[in-house]
């Protein structure tokens, strides 16, 4: 939606926009963190989502046809809000996950939990793919309806959790000051080494996933067959993660441990280059959004849980937010202006993953910076 309606030069706009309100917000959010335990944070944060969910869709509907500037601009501030809503939604949630399980057993069945967002996003992409002809006419009301009752029944199921566990982790006041994440990121090295490793992955999804674009507008010029095509990409990808999740991850992170894990991401992301750069195709882009997704949130995103789970409660409620929200999106941004800068220098977009591979090898060194800190060895 953002490049069809504003075009990929202003699309970096709203990325750089976007990273400077996580910036904003992060604090705010650390300031709430600090005076609430978790069910507070959950119930506050997501219930605060919703209400937004539902302004948007009132002030939208209220606009009329002559009302085309102020209906741009709020296409542009629901593209900023969309971004920084899946990724506090997220985030929060692994807060609650980071916290109950801790002991080296329990942080190895991250990826039978990480399964239940697999489900999510097949039965997001099955909407998806049913209501792509009809999006334009009310794909907001519907967007808003199922998104307020999901996240309603996750502040329920999570107030469960809660009750059930009765972990000090989660009842007790997280404590703290309002700067803690963003000043932990730079004076303690453990997340320092996670935030300089998260920036990479996500810099250089970016420029993979800008390098598909021109792939994606060769294969239709019609809206609908690209939501299409992206869903039908969804409904590969998600059964074959959640698969992965479910016999795969306990075994590959008890084996093989985070360290390989870590290492590998870089390794595939040279693979994936060399594809985009030598032999550009919609099946390329299929395989490079099956590879890098099935890893991501099969293997790396659950390692890096494991991770987070090991750092003090400040950083577990406080720094793994700033860094899965602010760190990566940042991370966005800096891959759009990797391709920006090829951009300007006349530099092909088929070209431009083979310049990115050295940026690939030194996500593969920080993942082994972070896997030999003493603090994570025994995960």
Do not use: H
């Not at 039908?232 to 016999?247: A, D, G, H, K, N």
């Not at 959004?289 to 789970?309: A, D």
């Not at 929200?325 to 990797?338: K, V, Y």
């Not at 800190?373 to 995960?379: E, G, L, M, Q, R």
């Amino acid at each position: 939606m953002a490049v069809e309606n504003y075009g990929q030069d202003f699309l970096l706009i709203l990325l750089s926009i976007t990273a400077l309100t996580m910036l904003v917000i992060n604090p705010i959010y650390s300031w709430i963190a600090s005076r609430s335990n978790f069910k507070k944070i959950i119930v506050y944060c997501y219930s605060f989502l919703i209400l937004n969910l539902f302004l948007f869709l009132f002030y939208s509907r209220s606009l009329g046809d002559e009302d085309i500037e102020q209906a741009v601009w709020l296409g542009r501030v629901f593209y900023i809000w969309c971004n920084i809503y899946s990724f506090f939604v997220v985030s929060i949630f692994w807060v609650l996950v980071i916290n109950v399980f801790r002991d080296l057993k329990s942080r190895k069945l991250y990826g039978f939990i990480m399964a239940g967002g697999s489900l999510g996003a097949i039965f997001g992409s099955e909407i998806s793919v049913r209501l792509s002809q009809s999006f334009t006419n009310y794909g907001l009301e519907l967007f808003a309806a199922a998104s307020s009752l999901l996240l309603f029944l996750a502040i329920l199921v999570a107030i469960y959790i809660v009750n059930s566990n009765r972990s000090s982790n989660l009842t007790k006041e997280v404590g703290g000051q309002w700067s803690d994440a963003i000043s932990n990121i730079l004076s303690v090295k453990e997340v320092k080494s996670i935030a300089i490793y998260s920036w990479l992955f996500t810099a250089l999804m970016t420029v993979q996933w800008i390098s598909a674009i021109p792939i994606i507008e060769s294969y239709s010029e019609l809206s609908p067959d690209r939501i299409e095509l992206f869903a039908r990409i969804e409904q590969l990808v998600s059964p074959l993660t959640l698969i992965t999740q479910l016999f795969l991850t306990y075994i590959v992170i008890s084996v093989l441990g985070i360290r390989i894990i870590l290492l590998t991401y870089g390794l595939l992301f040279v693979v994936v280059f060399l594809l985009y750069g030598l032999m550009p195709s919609v099946a390329v882009v299929v395989f490079a959004q099956s590879l890098l997704r099935v890893f991501e949130y099969g293997f790396n995103k659950p390692s890096r849980e494991i991770i987070y789970s090991q750092l003090e409660k400040t950083d577990r409620y406080k720094s793994s937010v700033f860094i899965d929200t602010f760190i990566t999106r940042f991370g966005d941004l800096t891959g759009s202006i990797f391709m920006g800068i090829g951009k300007i220098a006349s530099i092909g977009v088929s070209v431009m993953p083979l310049v990115a591979i050295p940026l690939a090898g030194l996500l593969s060194l920080a993942g082994l910076k972070i896997a030999n800190n003493d603090k994570f060895k025994d995960s």
